[in-house]
């Protein structure tokens, strides 16, 4: 864990099919926090495409930056792919060379 101390960014990845993602998110935090990490955390909601739509709307109430995906059906993983090159590199990377980069590692 202390790995967590030395990074930019941490993407916490939610199962959102879980009935306890939103108890295991706030223990996730807790953990993070006690050890003092400062870093930018940024929520990735998977399982879009079979969770309850209960699950999308409290997810999106409690964080309106969540990025949705599904690691399974790929929904989602072209725009999380470009918002961490975003992230990272800001605009100076076009997004179409982003897109060619990506293809490579599908």
């Not at 935090?29 to 879009?48: E, H, P, T, W």
């Not at 399974?72 to 993983?77: E, I, K, Q």
């Not at 990272?88 to 990377?93: A, P, Q």
């Not at 179409?96 to 293809?103: D, E, P």
């Amino acid at each position: 864990l202390g790995e967590t101390l030395a990074t930019d960014l941490l993407l916490l990845l939610v199962d959102l099919l879980n009935p306890d993602w939103l108890s295991q998110l706030a223990t996730v935090n807790q953990v993070l926090d006690s050890l003092g990490a400062k870093v930018n955390r940024q929520i990735v909601a998977n399982k879009i495409d079979c969770c309850e739509s209960s699950s999308l709307e409290a997810i999106r109430r409690l964080n309106k930056t969540v990025i949705y995906v599904s690691a399974t059906s790929g929904a989602g993983l072209e725009g999380l792919r470009l918002w961490l090159h975003r992230h990272f590199w800001g605009d100076s990377c076009p997004e179409s060379r982003i897109r060619a980069t990506s293809q490579k590692f599908v």
